[in-house]
């Protein structure tokens, strides 16, 4: 058995997990190098430190703010959510890559828009209808809801084929919203309970 | 053989069915109140005392602690009392925590860094054997700990702390046996990396004896 080995099977050794083979193998090797003795001595040294370490005392009992909270309705548990997650900041990488992927779209969105073609044309045409319809949409709502939609719906149908053509990924909005409310669901709700054997041991 | 074994585990099962806390739980899951605070008052020790070692922070592991014991009342519906009470509980209490540590360094990232280049006090060339000694290898420790990365820190913490077995840590993480065991020999490893840079540690004289 080489040192590097040994390094990686000192933890469960000391936690009398290794047997068999793996466990002769290895009080053979510490046997035989001084240079594992010591990295057990130390492992074993810090377990005992940890072990050491004076237990925190609770000093106020927190059972009637417990029970009071417990028993409240949950009305603004969402709004302290949603102040705790404003708390909350992506790993660096995340945010480097978010960071890099808005300036790269809106290069391709300036660039083809200057190329009159690919997504900035679409955007450059999308907001020409809109402004377009800005002016006759005023006149089109005093005819009525129903007539709007028809409006609408005679206005955006061709707009809608020419943008599937050129960007299918419109379709997949609807199933973007749908794993939303299951995200907001607690981890603790679906507790998977196992029969944990050693755990009588 | 194996039925021997299932006769001493429907025998452990039964008579852990008949501790007081497992009839507690099920007065609580009736909606029975006094029960429910009798489990309360039981329970924040353990919870708090969880709480403080995963998030080393007094103020923050007192709500953490109280958000977890209402995570539990909320959720003892939810407990069928397949796994033990108390590793269940333990699972709560970590999901708590874990969540609460994550948004607790993205505020405080800045504090910590700046706390660790604070250098370390140093310890004379004392008896070893002297409380103050051991006390600065003890501040050591815990500031050693409060270093490692969450993952780690949560498995020593639960293997020595609380003492639990890979099994039940596997369980309370929701992660394989194997992941255990390896997150505990490289927290272990890390550990020891972070101590031996301290020169407040009081390492006992070691020669590589033979054990």
């Given at each position: ?91 660096r990488v995340i945010r480097e890559f ?21 997504p900035g044309n679409l955007v450059a ?49 609807p199933e973007l919203s749908e794993p ?22 | ?211």
């Open positions: 058995m080489t040192c590097r080995e040994a390094r990686n099977l000192v933890s469960s050794y000391l936690d009398g997990r290794l047997a068999g083979r793996r466990a002769r193998d290895l009080t053979q090797h510490l046997d035989e190098c001084a240079g594992c003795r010591e990295e057990l001595a130390r492992l074993r040294f810090i377990a005992d430190a940890v072990r050491s370490l004076p237990a925190a005392r609770l000093t106020v009992d927190l059972t009637p703010a417990v029970m009071a909270r417990a028993s409240a309705p949950r009305r603004w548990e969402w709004l302290d959510a949603l102040r705790r997650s404003a708390a909350y900041r992506p790993p978010a960071r890099v992927a808005v300036v790269v779209v809106a290069l391709v969105v300036v660039v083809t828009a200057g190329a009159g073609q690919g045409s999308w907001s020409g209808r809109v402004a377009g319809m800005a002016g006759t949409g005023v006149a089109q709502l005093t005819s009525g809801l129903a007539e709007a939609r028809i409006f609408l719906a005679e206005r955006f149908a061709p707009a809608s084929l020419s943008a599937t053509a050129q960007a299918p990924a419109r379709e997949h909005r939303s409310s299951r995200r907001t669901e607690p981890e603790v709700t679906h507790a998977r309970q196992e029969v944990v054997r050693d755990v009588y041991a | 053989m194996g039925a021997a074994v299932a006769i001493c585990e429907e025998v452990g099962a039964r008579l852990a069915a008949q501790t007081e806390e497992a009839r507690l739980v099920a007065r609580c899951r009736g909606g029975d109140r006094q029960a429910q605070e009798i489990l309360v008052r039981r329970c924040q020790e353990r919870v708090y005392r969880l709480a403080y070692n995963l998030l080393e922070h007094p103020e923050e592991a007192l709500d953490a602690a109280q958000e977890a014991l209402i995570a539990m009342l909320r959720s003892l519906p939810s407990f069928r009392g397949e796994a033990r009470f108390e590793t269940w509980l333990y699972r709560v209490t970590t999901n708590v925590c874990l969540m609460r540590r994550r948004q607790l360094c993205a505020r405080t990232r800045l504090v910590t860094d700046l706390a660790a280049d604070i250098p370390a006090a140093r310890a004379g060339a004392a008896d070893p054997e002297t409380a103050a000694l051991r006390g600065e290898t003890r501040a050591a420790v815990r500031e050693g700990l409060r270093r490692l990365p969450a993952g780690f820190r949560a498995v020593v913490v639960l293997r020595e702390l609380e003492g639990l077995s890979y099994e039940a840590i596997a369980e309370i993480l929701r992660i394989p046996l194997g992941t255990v065991q390896s997150r505990l020999s490289r927290g272990r490893q890390m550990l020891r990396d972070i101590l031996m840079a301290d020169q407040r540690v009081a390492w006992p004289s070691m020669r590589g004896e033979k054990q």
